[in-house]
């Protein structure tokens, strides 16, 4: 039995796989009229968006947040943790500072996916950059812990990142860090593309999983394309696995017949609570 959020945004997004976006009380709305107990929101700022006046409508609804997602700072603005500018970099931590705040408020967590960007420096320069990435990393990692929040590493497909595709490499990077407030995230659309085994992966990460992301192999919503969820589910129960489930999908056929099909889906594995 596993809780299930669906991804949302308040502003209209570069990043595609969100719905309703552009209309958060939609979003939120049909969400709890579908059967879902949470939602992730989209951020490119925390200031974006009236605090106290979410709150109010998330507890009208009787719905959690489950993660804070904060690429859009990299796909909207261009700002990243393993940019080539310094100035970039600190642009990013003061927006994740602001980001891992508003959790704190939420009792929320904070996705760090594709804010961390891609190295684009010449080879000479990578280690370089990767180390100043570790830094920039580790400054949101000391600050998160300060407010008793938990960050998401998302390990994210090649096309999209060269820092960190695959699960083990997002625990590698879990162990250098060394601290209990960053766990996994792991997206099956990903790992479908990096993994050897989806299964495997999950059962090796175990623990350190801290939330979980849902589309099929095309980012549809699941049971619309060819990954096999049952197995998933079957793999995160072996793992004792009692966290949220999050539907990172695609609006296609149209927003709310992606959401609709998911919570149908994920119903008729039987294993999910509505
Ligand atoms: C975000 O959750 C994601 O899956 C990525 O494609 C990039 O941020
Ligand atoms: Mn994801």
Redesign the pocket.
């Known amino acids: 039995m596993f809780d299930i959020g669906v991804s949302l945004s308040p502003n209209k997004s570069e990043?595609g796989p969100l719905l309703f976006s552009g209309n958060l009380i939609k979003g939120m709305e049909n969400a709890k009229h579908l059967g879902y107990s949470g939602v992730e929101l989209s951020l490119l700022d925390s200031r974006e968006i009236k605090q106290e006046w979410l709150m109010d409508k998330l507890e009208e609804l009787s719905l959690k947040v489950y993660a804070i997602?904060t690429?859009q700072t990299y796909y909207t603005d261009g700002y990243s943790l393993y940019s080539e500018e310094e100035d970039k970099r600190q642009k990013t931590i003061e927006r994740l500072k602001g980001h891992i705040d508003f959790a704190a408020r939420l009792g929320s967590t904070v996705?760090i996916?594709?804010i961390r960007g891609k190295i684009t420096a010449q080879s000479e320069k990578i280690d370089e950059l990767e180390e100043r990435g570790k830094l920039a990393l580790n400054v949101c990692v000391k600050y998160a812990e300060g407010k008793g929040v938990i960050l998401l590493l998302?390990p994210?497909n090649r096309y999209?990142t060269n820092v960190i595709n695959t699960l083990d490499e997002g625990l590698d990077l879990i162990e250098e860090i060394g601290s209990n407030h960053l766990k996994l995230l792991p997206?099956t659309?990903?790992m479908n593309i990096e993994e050897r085994s989806i299964e495997e992966s999950i059962s090796t990460a175990g623990s350190s999983i801290g939330y979980i992301?849902f589309a099929d192999s095309n980012r549809l919503a699941p049971g619309w394309g060819h990954i096999n969820f049952p197995q998933i589910l079957s793999a995160l129960e072996k793992i004792k696995y009692t966290g949220p489930i999050g539907i990172?999908v695609l609006p296609e056929p149209d927003d709310y017949k992606a959401a609709e099909q998911a919570v149908r889906y994920m119903s008729s594995i039987d294993k999910v609570k509505k």
């Open positions: 990043f997602a690429g996705i996916g594709g998302e994210v999209e997206d659309f990903h992301h990172e």
